[in-house]
């Protein structure tokens, strides 16, 4: 589980139901990594994660996806784009759990979720400018909304 660095914060009993989620489909195979960090809970059947590694793998995943993209006049700025929103989510969150304060830590829990609105939109991008990388793309693109809605949770839930 996540350990927040900020222990004032409600945020813990939270962060912990968020993280308890069950593995999306085919990310692990599709992408060559997994980033889980045990087994199932047998009373649950879910999957415990650990956000700051989800975070980094799937900025990892990004940076392999990009790696198949052609370079072109049209492509360079996309990769560049997504490349920056993509790893830097988990920058971010790394970040956030080194805030000072509340409002620091909820400030910077809300860039996350911008920039997991970014990469979304970037990876709809190069799936239309490279129609063969379509279904990666949509592999990606579903564990940034999957980020997205943890991310946007974890903000609503913690008072500025």
Same mark, same amino acid.
């Given at each position: 589980? +996540?350990?927040?660095?900020?222990?004032?914060?409600?945020?813990?009993?939270?962060?912990?139901?968020?993280?308890?989620?069950?593995?999306?489909?085919?990310?692990?195979?599709?992408?060559?990594?997994?980033?889980? +960090?045990?087994?199932?809970?047998?009373?649950? $059947?879910?999957?415990?994660?650990?956000?700051?590694?989800?975070?980094?793998?799937?900025?990892?995943?990004?940076?392999?996806?990009?790696?198949? +993209?052609?370079?072109?006049?049209?492509?360079?700025?996309?990769?560049?784009?997504?490349?920056?929103?993509?790893?830097?989510?988990?920058?971010?969150?790394?970040?956030?759990?080194? $805030?000072?304060?509340?409002?620091?830590?909820?400030?910077?829990?809300?860039?996350?979720?911008?920039?997991?609105?970014?990469?979304? @939109?970037?990876?709809?991008?190069?799936?239309?400018?490279?129609?063969?990388?379509?279904?990666?793309?949509?592999?990606?693109?579903?564990?940034?909304?999957?980020?997205?809605?943890? @991310?946007?949770?974890?903000?609503?839930?913690?008072?500025?």
């Amino acid at each position: 589980m +996540v350990k927040l660095q900020n222990p004032t914060s409600k945020l813990h009993r939270s962060a912990k139901l968020q993280l308890e989620t069950k593995r999306p489909p085919n990310y692990a195979e599709a992408n060559g990594t997994d980033w889980s +960090v045990g087994e199932d809970s047998p009373a649950t $059947g879910r999957h415990p994660f650990d956000l700051e590694e989800r975070t980094a793998c799937f900025g990892a995943a990004i940076i392999r996806f990009l790696k198949k +993209v052609p370079h072109g006049p049209n492509n360079n700025r996309l990769i560049d784009q997504l490349v920056g929103c993509g790893t830097s989510i988990g920058a971010n969150y790394c970040e956030a759990n080194e $805030g000072v304060s509340k409002k620091d830590f909820r400030n910077i829990i809300g860039r996350c979720v911008k920039e997991a609105k970014e990469t979304k @939109f970037f990876l709809r991008m190069i799936a239309t400018s490279e129609p063969a990388l379509a279904d990666q793309a949509r592999t990606l693109y579903r564990e940034a909304q999957e980020l997205h809605l943890i @991310f946007a949770s974890i903000y609503r839930n913690t008072k500025p």
